[in-house]
């Protein structure tokens, strides 16, 4: 027994359930609270399904440019590019047909290129009668009669100077007027183009003609 006169007074005793519970719950709280802010922060990727990890951003990025970029066999692109030329030489073979200017080849496109070609079948060229010529001159230096031989090598002379001389004057003339009428457009080679036009026989030439013998273009 305690003496009651003097001495240490006993404290007041302390539940233990009071320690035990209140650190138990200080120790929670904080790991809770940590919890909520980590969740609170972290955003689910709008592509990710639910429940998976967010995927990161290089590893989506690849995976959608390998989804998108998805190589074609050899066998199909060889099969579209065929398709592809066939179908661009389809509309160059009726643009040549019709003079539509969308699908034309790019050395007929542009209205001084066809201008020239306007200027060359509005109008006779002795060169387009060439080739009949040729045959006719070239059947008489194969006959064995020097008087025939003689006018077949005098035809050939006479074919080729009138022919120079058509083409001459034809350059010259369309010159002229490329120049009044398109005076601010590239006029480069256009009347080369028209010679090597004037060449070919009318119902042999591409595109074809748009203007009759006679016609001012």
Same mark, same amino acid.
């Given at each position: 027994m305690v003496p009651h006169g003097g001495g240490v007074q006993? *404290?007041? =005793?302390?539940? $233990?359930?009071? #320690?035990?519970? /209140?650190?138990?719950?200080e120790e929670k709280a904080p790991a809770a609270d940590k919890a909520t802010v980590t969740t609170s922060k972290q955003t689910r990727h709008p592509e990710?399904?639910?429940?998976? =990890? %967010?995927?990161? &951003?290089?590893?989506?990025? /690849?995976? *959608? &440019?390998? #989804?998108?970029? %998805?190589?074609?066999t050899r066998k199909e692109a060889a099969r579209r590019q065929r398709e592809e030329r066939r179908a661009a030489l389809e509309r160059q073979r009726q643009a040549l047909a019709s003079g539509d200017e969308r699908y034309l080849p790019a050395r007929d496109k542009g209205p001084v290129r066809r201008f020239a070609r306007d200027f060359v079948d509005s109008r006779f060229n002795i060169a387009e009668f060439f080739l009949p010529m040729a045959v006719i001159i070239l059947v008489l230096s194969m006959i064995r +009669?020097?008087?025939?031989? /003689?006018?077949?090598?005098?035809?050939?002379?006479?074919? +080729?100077?009138t022919i120079v001389l058509d083409s001459i004057v034809t350059g010259f003339r $369309?010159?002229?007027? $490329?120049?009044?009428?398109? =005076?601010d457009d590239n006029r480069r080679g256009a009347v080369a183009y028209a010679l090597m036009r004037s060449l070919q026989m009318r119902r042999l030439r591409l595109p074809k003609p748009q203007v009759k013998r006679g016609e001012r273009p």
């Open positions: 006993p *404290r007041h =005793p302390v539940p $233990l359930g009071f #320690v035990f519970r /209140s650190r138990a719950k990710a399904p639910k429940g998976r =990890p %967010t995927p990161k &951003r290089s590893v989506a990025q /690849s995976q *959608r &440019r390998s #989804v998108a970029n %998805t190589p074609m +009669i020097p008087a025939l031989q /003689s006018i077949a090598l005098l035809l050939w002379l006479v074919v +080729i100077v $369309l010159k002229k007027v $490329l120049a009044e009428r398109f =005076p």
